[in-house]
């Protein structure tokens, strides 16, 4: 069903590890800089916050899509794209709009958002260790595709105002493109990536419903 071996999927992986370095330690400082700002506000946290999820995922499909997936799978080009699509989205709503509000709240979408920030940055680190990849083999916080959008859904899922739908359209389509590694590429920590477009749709839509009530009263 794919045009490339497990060998060569982590052998990519491998190889743009290995080219980036130490871009890997940037993102997780980047990342974490965006999770903090979400609890210790400052004058452009939205936009800050916005700026970094944009950064990734142009990133992510130009560097790591472009350059060093299409060799071994041609739909990679259009994968970039729909990451440079989603950053300029983030980059044009979060940044120059200010229309997405991150903040804390108590409610359950903010602690899944919490728990999916986590995830990506560590536990989908240490899986991969558990499960027996080689460290130079596995996808990396905020320079791959899959805890991008992991990360992606815990931030957006810490926000406390609506957010424009389109900016789920393409993280939900990746969980599912993405996730399906999980099956056929025997990557056990991609099945909450699986799952977490649609956790995260139904508790936004959620949440925004309470929102709407409770402003309507």
Avoid at 167 to 187: C, D, M, N, Q
Wanted: one cysteine or more; glycine letters at 10%; aromatic letters at 14%.
């Amino acid at each position: 069903m794919l045009p490339f071996s497990v060998e060569q999927f982590f052998g990519v992986f491998a190889s743009y590890n290995s080219a980036i370095w130490p871009a890997q330690i940037a993102a997780l400082i980047i990342g974490g800089l965006a999770f903090a700002l979400v609890f210790r506000r400052c004058k452009r946290s939205d936009e800050i916050i916005a700026g970094v999820l944009a950064a990734m995922w142009a990133w992510t499909g130009v560097i790591y899509h472009l350059i060093f997936f299409a060799p071994i799978n041609k739909m990679a080009y259009a994968f970039g794209a729909l990451f440079a699509v989603q950053a300029m989205a983030f980059g044009y709503v979060g940044v120059i709009q200010g229309r997405v509000t991150f903040g804390r709240s108590n409610g359950p979408a903010a602690w899944i958002g919490i728990a999916f920030v986590l995830y990506a940055a560590a536990i989908y680190w240490l899986l991969g260790v558990a499960t027996g990849h080689d460290l130079r083999e596995l996808p990396a916080f905020g320079v791959t595709p899959c805890p991008v959008t992991i990360f992606t859904f815990g931030m957006l899922l810490l926000t406390i105002r609506p957010i424009p739908r389109l900016l789920l359209i393409i993280p939900i389509l990746w969980s599912l493109i993405g996730g399906s590694a999980a099956i056929l590429l025997h990557v056990p920590q991609d099945w909450v990536l699986l799952v977490s477009g649609i956790i995260s749709a139904a508790l936004l839509a959620g949440r925004d419903q309470r929102l709407a009530s409770a402003s309507s009263r």
